[in-house]
T-cell receptor, first 114, second 112 residues
Framework: AQSVTQLDSHVSVSEGTPVLLRCNYS??????LFWYVQHPNKGLQLLLK??????LVKGINGFEAEFKKSETSFHLTKPSAHMSDAAEYFC????????????FGSGTRLLVRP | DADVTQTPRNRITKTGKRIMLECSQT?????MYWYRQDPGLGLRLIYY???????NKGEISDGYSVSRQAQAKFSLSLESAIPNQTALYFC???????????FGPGTRLTVL
């Protein structure tokens, strides 16, 4: 079965400093992994996805994530945080059965301090 | 215009009332999904539909029903709402099983 674990429920950074949001996955198959972002009172927006092509995946708004099979990790990073990055971030894996449903982590709330 | 729309955006209702949440999409996708979001739990799948004639239960379907009226429309109903159905509800669509799911803006439902 597939699952994801987000290691931090809250992360606080100063504007202009790097962002690291951690995600570990469990999967019997080569996983398809995603990061989604949810801004307050907004729907979910796809940041990036990994589908077994390049292990370093670049997304929107300067975010990227690296798939590390040996560590079963898919951490999200950004070199320099912006105030507009404050949001909740979800690491997601697709269940590889007939449903192809998304399995969500519990979320990491990112706070960006001025 | 948004590709995936949900109505209403907010709803307050009382225990025992019947509620319908509607989702429409202009992306031309066959696959549609209903999720609910509760704090600290991420999103969980309620129902999903691969086309008008193919509807399937998700992991938390008890107390809910759905209707796929057309390729573009997928409605979620609560036949008799209860307080623990208070949550944020999202509709999503995708082209295929491994393709990106696109989410609507959500419906915040409060059951008193």
């Amino acid at each position: 079965a597939q699952s994801v674990t987000q290691l931090d429920s809250h992360v606080s950074v100063s504007e202009g400093t790097p962002v690291l949001l951690r995600c570990n996955y469990s999967s019997s198959y080569s996983p398809s992994l995603f990061w989604y972002v949810q801004h307050p009172n907004k729907g979910l927006q796809l940041l990036l996805k990994y589908t077994s092509a390049a292990t370093l995946v670049k997304g929107i708004n300067g975010f990227e994530a690296e798939f590390k099979k040996s560590e079963t990790s898919f951490h999200l990073t950004k070199p320099s945080a912006h105030m507009s990055d404050a949001a909740e971030y979800f690491c997601v894996v697709i269940r590889m059965d007939s449903s192809y449903k998304l399995i969500f982590g519990s979320g990491t709330r990112l706070l960006v301090r001025p | 215009d948004a590709d995936v729309t949900q109505t209403p955006r907010n709803r307050i209702t009382k225990t025992g009332k019947r509620i319908m949440l509607e989702c429409s999409q202009t992306k031309g996708h066959d696959r549609m999904y209903w999720y609910r979001q509760d704090p600290g739990l991420g999103l969980r799948l309620i129902y999903y539909s691969f086309d008008v004639k193919d509807i399937n239960k998700g992991e938390i379907s008890d107390g809910y029903s759905v209707s796929r009226q057309a390729q573009a429309k997928f409605s979620l109903s609560l036949e008799s709402a209860i307080p623990n159905q208070t949550a944020l509800y999202f509709c999503a669509t995708s082209l295929g099983g491994l393709d990106t799911q696109y989410f609507g803006p959500g419906t915040r439902l409060t059951v008193l």
